[in-house]
Nanobody, 118 residues
Framework: VQLVESGGDLVLPGGSLRLSCAASGFLFNNANMNWVRQAPGKGLEWVSS????????AYSDSVKGRFTISRDNAKNTLSLQMNSLEPDDTAVYYCAAGVFGSTRYNYRGQGTQVTVSS
């Protein structure tokens, strides 16, 4: 199983980033997928989820209206479009296959660093 995130960067407040996750080694189109994050000195935080077929999505209150999760089951990829980024969004972002709406996962990637700072 591999989940490989990319797209993290240093960005100014108010800026945008698009994270991607390439999945392999498991039945991606049968898996609910999540984005979770971990800020420095804090625990793992659930950010967003998308159901296996993409019909349902969910967002934490802290990112609702700013982030959009999507997936392409033909390409085994998961994405997170992040707009209006804030310093509090600074964290390592992980894609994870697991429980919808939760930080509980079966598989998780190594993460990609997002830093929002002026």
């Amino acid at each position: 199983v591999q989940l490989v995130e990319s797209g993290g960067d240093l960005v100014l407040p108010g800026g945008s980033l698009r994270l991607s996750c390439a999945a392999s080694g498991f039945l991606f189109n049968n898996a609910n997928m999540n984005w979770v994050r971990q800020a420095p000195g804090k625990g793992l935080e659930w950010v967003s989820s998308i159901s296996a077929r993409g019909g349902s999505t969910a967002y934490s209150d802290s990112v609702k209206g700013r982030f959009t999760i999507s997936r392409d089951n033909a390409k085994n990829t998961l994405s997170l479009q992040m707009n209006s980024l804030e310093p509090d969004d600074t964290a390592v972002y992980y894609c994870a296959a697991g429980v919808f709406g939760s930080t509980r996962y079966n598989y998780r990637g190594q993460g990609t660093q997002v830093t929002v700072s002026s």
